[in-house]
């Protein structure tokens, strides 16, 4: 039994947790889950107990001086709670670490002790992955669960994947035989441009989370960090004719397949977040208010001077998978190629 002392009683609480490694392309969701952590003063009350799923010589643990006394951190995977007043409270329990090397079923069903004395509703958990999508659109954010109801009564897609996981598709198989509500998010990020960080797709992640929980969250500089990252690509994709032709093949593609979509429906959902974070809900504003999903506002490339660019894209490689499709796969270190083995990005649960 896990006994939670200090832990106050949490008001209809969803886990959001996300994992450095093979399930995080860019860092955009451990990044993501940081984000809600640092804006909303996260306080731990928890962490695993590293040497029951860490092999310490695939992630290492860091020797740092702390007023002159050495000290070590030790790779491991935390829990915070987060409390969100306003007209609708509602807390988060943030789940924050490294994709463990070995004893999953024992690591998932130690977060779900968790998740079962805090009385958690739903789990939710953030994935990144390579696929084929061009940097200057909209990122692709697919919300897929096993549940068939989850699926039908919040809009999600019901996962149909077969072939190699990562702990997102174990955590939430886990959840489902457990009876835990369970939902994915997966962002795509391009495969040419993949090294971390990647603030559009961290972004995009939170619109989404925003949407799947009635939560209102701070977005603090990320939209703008968005906008300097992309004008940062855009100008190292200028540097390359080769580079630059393949981005205006992609989104070619992206475009043709996505048309039906300018529609009434994505208009209105759009809309609808304008109005939230107009009018006021739970959480705070960011300063400047909306952003769209991908982050770009009516100014996203109005002005292209101080822009913090998001490292050279690398040599664009043809495969990598299709936006939106579902997939089970993501990076196992978000600089592999989409041809990797591990750099998969079929879309996963």
């Not at 392309?25 to 984000?35: F, R």
């Not at 897929?144 to 702990?167: H, N, Q």
Request: proline residues 7%; contains cysteine.
């Amino acid at each position: 039994m896990i006994e939670l002392e200090g832990v106050p009683e949490l008001i209809d609480p969803v886990m959001v947790a996300a994992f450095e490694g093979w399930n995080d392309a860019g860092d955009a969701a451990s990044t993501a889950v940081a984000h809600l952590d640092r804006e909303w003063k996260g306080e731990v009350f928890a962490a695993l107990d590293a040497e029951d799923y860490y092999d310490f010589q695939v992630n290492r643990p860091t020797v740092y001086l702390d007023g002159g006394v050495r000290k070590i951190t030790w790779p491991t995977t935390r829990l915070s709670v987060v409390r969100i007043g306003g007209e609708k409270p509602r807390d988060l329990v943030l789940v924050r670490g490294i994709e463990p090397s070995m004893r999953w079923r024992s690591f998932c069903n130690e977060l779900l002790g968790f998740a079962h004395e805090l009385g958690v509703e739903m789990v939710v958990i953030l994935g990144a992955l390579l696929g084929d999508t061009p940097h200057t659109r909209p990122v692709p954010v697919s919300g897929v669960t096993s549940d068939t109801d989850l699926a039908r009564t919040m809009d999600l897609e019901e996962t149909r994947y077969e072939g190699p996981t990562g702990i997102v598709g174990i955590l939430q198989e886990a959840c489902t035989h457990a009876g835990v509500p369970a939902v994915s998010l997966w962002a795509a990020v391009p495969h040419y441009v993949s090294q971390p960080p990647n603030p559009k797709a961290t972004l995009a992640l939170l619109n989404r989370l925003e949407d799947l929980i009635g939560l209102r969250i701070p977005l603090g500089e990320l939209a703008e960090d968005a906008r300097a990252w992309q004008l940062g690509v855009d100008q190292l994709a200028a540097e390359d004719s080769e580079v630059a032709e393949y981005v205006q093949s992609l989104e070619e593609a992206r475009d043709t397949a996505e048309l039906p979509e300018a529609s009434g429906e994505a208009i209105a959902r759009e809309f609808e977040r304008y109005l939230r974070r107009r009018d006021g809900g739970p959480g705070q504003a960011a300063p400047g208010g909306h952003a769209t999903e991908s982050g770009e506002g009516s100014s996203y490339l109005r002005d292209a001077s101080g822009g913090r660019g998001g490292g050279r894209p690398q040599r664009p490689t043809r495969g990598g998978g299709e936006p939106g499709k579902e997939s089970e796969q993501g990076p196992a270190r978000p600089e592999q190629g989409p041809d990797d083995e591990d750099g998969s990005s079929d879309s996963e649960d």
